[in-house]
C-alpha cells in the first residue's frame, strides 16, 4: 500500500514524487526531448548506404564484403567522426564559438595527427565552395535576367503609359481646338 505511512489526509497528495530517481528520468524522456546524446549506441552508426557505397567505391569490381565487416567499418567510421566532432569542439570552445567550421574540423585532424587527409579535405573544401559560389553565381544571374527583364517590361509599360498620356492631351488638344472652331461657327 503506497502511502500508507502519511497522514490519512495526505494520502495521494505526494503521489509520484517519491519515486526512485532512474524511473523520473525514464518517465521525462518519454514525455519530451532529453539532451542525452543518444539511447543506444547503434543510433550512432552512420547510414547503411552511405558505409556500402562507400566500401563499394573503395574495393576494386568483384570483391565482396561480409556483412559483419561493413557492420566493423560502421562502428570504426562513427566512432571517427565522433572524436573528430569532439576535438573540433574543443577548438570551437577556445575560440567561444558554439559552431564548429571548417577550420575547427582541419586542427582537429592535425591535432589527431592525420596530417595526410588534411590537403585532400582542404581540396573538397575548395571545390564544395567554388560549387556553391557557382550555385549562386547562377542563382544571382537567373534573378539578374529576370530582374532585367522585369525592367524591361516595367519600361515598356512606362512608354505605353507615357504614349496613352499624349494620345490623351493630343485628343484634349483637338477637342478644345473643335470646341473653339465650334463656338467661333455659333458666334458667327
Sequence with gaps: MRGAWLRPDLRGRFRGSFRAPLERSRRRSAAGPLPAMAERPEDLN???AVITRIIKEALPDGVNISKEARSAVSRAASVFVLYATSCA????????????????VLSAMEEMEFQRFITPLKESLEAYRQEQKGKRGGAELKKKDQDKKEDSEDSEKNREEENNEEEEEERMEEEEQNEEEEEEEVDS
Design 46 to 48: 552512420l547510414p547503411n
Design 89 to 104: 569542439n574543443n577548438f570551437a570552445m577556445k575560440g567561444k564559438r558554439k559552431t564548429l567550421n571548417a577550420g575547427d
